[in-house]
């Protein structure tokens, strides 16, 4: 093991010990607890049960890991974004995030906010945390304008406010 992240772990400098000798074991410490002056691995080894636990749950670990490797395909084709498929005419549910003046930033889970304006009936009921249910029509306001030679984007999505979300209507 690295010395510097044994130093670092520990808090101590096993090499400066080396040269000072170990110290006398406390009178008021079992022999079942190890000392702290020994070595992670030396505790591991005087543990008792959990002799082997370290060793243990690394290879629970590898075993996870190698039962959930994907091929990148797979979890593209798996993932929620493309299972969406086309946004446009999708309802979603929305959490209004900021509310200035009559515009109201929604965020629906997309890689954007989206802003709509407050509707003019009941627009005391859209305040920042409110559900809301919104139509998508696009994921990223984006578009190549006239002797441009990228794609510009706005950093929002374009989406219609349909009203308020009530979890009892379902």
Known sequence: MDENFEKVLHGRDYRRRAKRGPKEPKKSQSRDVPSPDT???????SSGDRKFAFKDSVEKFNKLVEQKEESFAAMIRNSLLVQLGDPEGRMVIGKVTEVIED???IDFGGKFHCVCQRPKSMGERYVRGAKVILQLVDLELASKFLGAVKHITLLEADAKLVGLYDPSRR
Not at 39 to 45: D, I, R, T
């Open 103 to 105: 515009d109201l930033y």
């Open 39 to 45: 070595k992670p691995e030396e505790k591991a080894v």
